[in-house]
């Protein structure tokens, strides 16, 4: 089993639609989890960091961790044209672990003017 | 608003040539690291650097791989003999202690 599972889409919607992207993960060594925007041929752009599980929030975007299913999800309201791109989930193990990241393959989401 | 700059934004090099790509963090930052993304698959660690030494290394940072920090701002990664599978996006990022990790835009290497 891999360590971080992400379907990879692709994913279209029309504009103004709620966005569900999620990711299960195996190792429960897993203590924080971030979600990473990546445009076409550019570097990954951080969106959600948390930690706990429950929601966190910030404008369009809601982050939710499920620890004890082993899954992460984040959600786009009123998606719009220019959140078409990859995103990627990542996580990493507690204190001492060096911050490395484990990333997901990523999910393809196209918004439809 | 800072950011992690990188350079070259694309290399094309000969199999067996040597490459060095560059990186700028973000200057308060401690943490460093290399990650590398093929063409279609997931990003992938390569290496960690903290307080001037290496701290964490994965597989494929081999003995052809290495990293240093020259002088107070630059981070950079060196492919001693590249060779096709090389070919990918490299991403350098830094991070301060809360382990949020900010990315470059990244540099293409493509070996011929």
């Known amino acids: 089993q891999k360590e971080v599972e992400q379907d990879p889409g692709p994913l279209s919607v029309p504009e103004g639609a709620i966005v569900s992207l999620n990711c299960t993960y195996s190792?429960?060594?897993?203590?924080?989890f971030m979600w990473y925007r990546q445009y076409s041929r550019k570097g990954p752009e951080l969106l959600m960091y948390?930690?706990?599980?429950g929601n966190k929030e910030d404008g369009r975007f809601t982050a939710q961790v499920d620890k004890s299913s082993k899954y992460i999800s984040l959600f786009i309201r009123d998606s719009q044209p220019s959140d078409s791109a990859t995103y990627l989930c990542?996580?990493?193990?507690?204190?001492?672990?060096?911050?490395?990241?484990?990333f997901g393959k990523g999910t393809l989401l196209t918004v439809n003017p | 608003e800072p950011e992690v700059t990188q350079t070259p934004s694309h290399q094309v090099t000969q199999m067996g040539q040597e490459v060095i790509l560059r990186c700028v963090p973000i200057?308060?930052?401690?943490?460093f690291y290399w990650y590398r993304q093929i063409l279609g698959q997931k990003v992938e660690f390569l290496v960690s650097?903290?307080?001037?030494?290496?701290?964490?290394k994965s597989e494929i940072f081999d003995d052809q791989f290495s990293v240093e920090r020259p002088d107070g701002s630059n981070f950079t990664l060196k492919i001693r003999s590249t060779k096709l599978e090389d070919s990918a996006m490299y991403f350098c990022?830094?991070?301060?202690?809360?382990?949020?990790?900010?990315f470059g835009e990244g540099s293409r290497l493509t070996v011929l």
């Open positions: 990542a996580m990493r193990k507690g204190e001492g672990s060096n911050y490395k990241l484990t």
């Open positions: 990022a830094s991070s301060r202690d809360t382990g949020e990790l900010f």
């Open positions: 190792n429960s060594a897993f203590q924080y």
């Open positions: 948390t930690y706990s599980s």
């Open positions: 200057s308060n930052h401690l943490y």
């Open positions: 650097f903290y307080n001037n030494e290496i701290s964490e």
